[in-house]
């Protein structure tokens, strides 16, 4: 599962897959670590008769399996299926299992529509860019958004946009704070807009949109000053040096064990992008 996780109970001999994160779980340890990890891609789909008959075969749990299928014929919540499942293998705290039943009440009382937006939101949050991307594009062309009014059309665009700026994609993202503005008329999409016109050193564009959108000098001059205190903080200052000190020692005896970090920092910015493009 991508993590080192301990398991104490049953580990079974064939696995449950999990479709929705494309994963084998092998214990109810690994699927309450699961629940945990991607409450907000649950959906009804997650009770299913084949869930039930790998934890009634496979993890000799057959009361829960029983209880599960019991719930399953009357119709029963997400939220008591999971929360069944949770109880039954102790391995989340109690506090845990209330945040996560928390986070599915949320959704069980949303439309179809809704509960989308609501995961996709969560795939940014958690750094899951090209997943969420995906994710509001469908929306957006799902027939259902044209029943949905404005505001909420125009935030869909605009976390679009959040997503593609994350993955430096800024006249992607430019494009989409644009729709966004249009529909919500919102001043953090504008904002964002013309963010990403100066990060793309846009000039021609950012004047005319400012102008367009009757944006003093002073607002202007607070987008630009965002941008250049990003980049003097501590943290980046700090970066920046060591970078230079790495480069003044490849020539020096030091150059072996300079050439291996300035390769370790590269590795944990591939990893670090692979995770934001990962479906």
């Known amino acids: 599962m991508g993590e080192l996780l301990l398991c104490h109970e049953t580990i079974a001999s064939m696995p449950y897959y999990a479709e929705t994160a494309g994963i084998n779980i092998y214990s109810m340890e690994e699927l309450c670590y699961y629940i945990a990890g991607n409450c907000y891609l649950l959906d ?14 496979q993890m000799k749990r057959y009361k829960l399996a029983d209880r599960l299928r019991n719930l399953m014929r009357d119709s029963g919540k997400l939220s008591d299926f999971v929360m069944a499942i949770l109880e039954d293998c102790a391995y989340c705290t109690p506090p845990e299992i209330q945040k996560i039943l928390t986070s599915i009440r949320q959704m069980e009382g949303k439309s179809d529509f809704e509960c989308s937006k609501l995961r996709a939101d969560q795939l940014v ?4 860019y090209l997943a969420a991307i995906y994710e509001y594009k469908r929306l957006l062309d799902a027939p259902e958004s044209k029943k949905e009014n404005a505001l909420m059309r125009g935030n869909i665009w605009h976390n679009l946009g959040t997503a593609y700026a994350q993955l430096f994609l800024f006249e992607e993202a430019a494009d989409c704070y644009e729709r966004a503005y249009e529909l919500n008329e919102s001043g953090e999409s504008l904002r964002e807009w013309l963010m990403c016109c100066q990060c793309m050193g846009d000039e021609e564009t950012l004047s005319r949109v400012a102008e367009e959108h009757h944006l003093d000098n002073m607002g202007m001059q607070e987008i630009k000053n965002e941008i250049s205190i990003a980049g003097k903080s501590e943290e980046l200052s700090a ?11 490849m020539d020096g005896p030091g150059k072996k064990e300079a050439r291996a970090e300035i390769n ?15 479906v």
């Open 44 to 57: 009804k789909s997650f009770m299913n008769e084949e869930l039930c008959t790998w934890i009634e075969k």
């Open 264 to 278: 370790d920092i590269i590795f944990r910015w591939k990893e670090e992008y692979r995770r934001s493009c990962k």
């Open 239 to 249: 970066f920046e040096y060591r970078l230079e000190e790495l480069h003044s020692q």
């Open 125 to 128: 949050k958690r750094g899951k």
